[in-house]
């Protein structure tokens, strides 16, 4: 009897579990493009705008410093066309290559004064675009997920991320199930008046690398001849 009783309970909890399993709504899936997002939002645009700012302000005085160490070179240049002058004196020609060496001194410094300017700057650009995008996207994740909830989703997939191959993950979704419009529509609703929607990003861009639109300034200044 002891043993008919543990049977019947073994069974009803399986029937219950059973019952469970099957009283369980079916998941619902959807999807946003996280990068398209990211691009879109108006503070993304107000970013970019401020780096693409500082970094023509970067440029100008890159310019400024290669404009210096040319002057320098030139310099440089005629005290080697002093030197070689046969009407000065030997004590006159020492004069002249020692002024010379300083100057080359003087030109190696401004090089280096030049590459650390440049990395500097490199680096900082870099350090603000990527604090920026993580936590813009931190913040649209968070947007997306709460609409995502109001529409019963049991499952929320950003679909802007390349395969291993370089493919998109999702090669056909029905748009009924992408919220993408409806999460920007959120996170755009405080867009400042006036200012323009964002254009539309390119088909590879991706919320690793899109909305930076910042580079480091490139160096022009030459070295000295020898």
């Known amino acids: 009897m002891k043993t008919i009783r543990n049977s019947l309970c073994v069974l009803l909890a399986i029937g219950a579990s059973a019952l469970g399993l099957v009283a369980q709504p079916a998941p619902k899936i959807l999807v946003v493009d996280m990068a398209t997002l990211y691009d879109g939002h108006y503070k993304t645009q107000e970013q970019t705008a ?7 302000k970067a440029q100008q005085d890159l310019e400024k410093l290669n404009a210096e160490g040319n002057t320098l070179v030139e310099q440089y240049q005629d005290l080697v066309e002093q030197a070689k002058n046969p ?7 020492n004069k002249v290559g020692e002024d010379a ?3 080359l001194e003087e ?11 440049r990395t500097n700057i490199q680096r900082s650009l ?7 995008r993580s936590l813009m996207l931190e913040e649209i994740g968070k947007i997306a997920a ?4 109001e529409k019963g989703a049991t499952l929320l997939i950003d679909k802007s991320g390349p395969s291993l191959i370089g493919i998109s993950n999702f090669l056909y979704v029905d748009p009924a199930y992408d919220i993408t419009p409806e999460v920007a529509a959120v996170v755009n609703r405080d867009r400042p008046a006036g200012m323009p929607a964002a254009a539309a990003p390119a088909p590879a ?3 690793e690398t899109s909305g930076s639109g910042a580079t480091a300034p490139s160096v022009s200044f030459p070295g000295a001849a020898k």
């Open 87 to 93: 009407a000065l004196s030997d004590d006159a020609k």
């Open 50 to 56: 401020k780096l693409q700012a500082d970094e023509q």
């Open 126 to 132: 870099q350090t603000r675009i990527q604090t920026f």
């Open 107 to 117: 030109i190696q410094g401004k090089q280096n004064e030049v590459q650390n300017f």
């Open 205 to 207: 861009a991706s919320a």
């Open 146 to 149: 709460d609409v995502a909830k």
């Open 101 to 103: 060496q300083r100057k």
